[in-house]
Nanobody, 124 residues
Framework: QVRLRESGGGSVQAGGSLRLSCTASGLTPEDSYMGWYRQAPGTECELVSHINRDGSTYYLDSVKGRFTISQDNIKNTVYLQMNSLEPEDTAMYYC??????????????????WGQGTQVTVSS
């Protein structure tokens, strides 16, 4: 049984930092695309970042230079380091996994496993 468990969310002031973690069981992150999505109330879910086993990464334009995704294959954990947080980053953040054979998954429908989410709130 595949399970993705997020942690690390919380409330910070603008300019602050948080590090989200996603620990996977039942699959090997290095064999999957691991992604972070977010959804704010009244908005669509959007892909924030993903990483594959080759270390190739994708970032949403609005987080480039502020967020960094990384992967610890020994711990089966994917991280999202979020710096210089802005109120616009407030959302529920979800960890997701897509099969490695999917070429550069950008759409939520391409991810077949999802975590429960962790809330990030940034105040101005």
């Amino acid at each position: 049984q595949v399970r993705l468990r997020e942690s690390g969310g919380g409330s910070v002031q603008a300019g602050g930092s948080l590090r989200l973690s996603c620990t996977a069981s039942g699959l090997t992150p290095e064999d999957s695309y691991m992604g972070w999505y977010r959804q704010a109330p009244g908005t669509e879910c959007e892909l924030v970042s993903h990483i594959n086993r080759d270390g190739s990464t994708y970032y949403l334009d609005s987080v480039k230079g502020r967020f960094t995704i990384s992967q610890d294959n020994i711990k089966n954990t994917v991280y999202l380091q979020m710096n210089s947080l802005e109120p616009e980053d407030t959302a529920m953040y979800y960890c997701a996994a897509a099969p490695s054979w999917v070429a550069w998954p950008l759409f939520a429908s391409q991810y077949n496993y999802w975590g429960q989410g962790t809330q990030v709130t940034v105040s101005s």
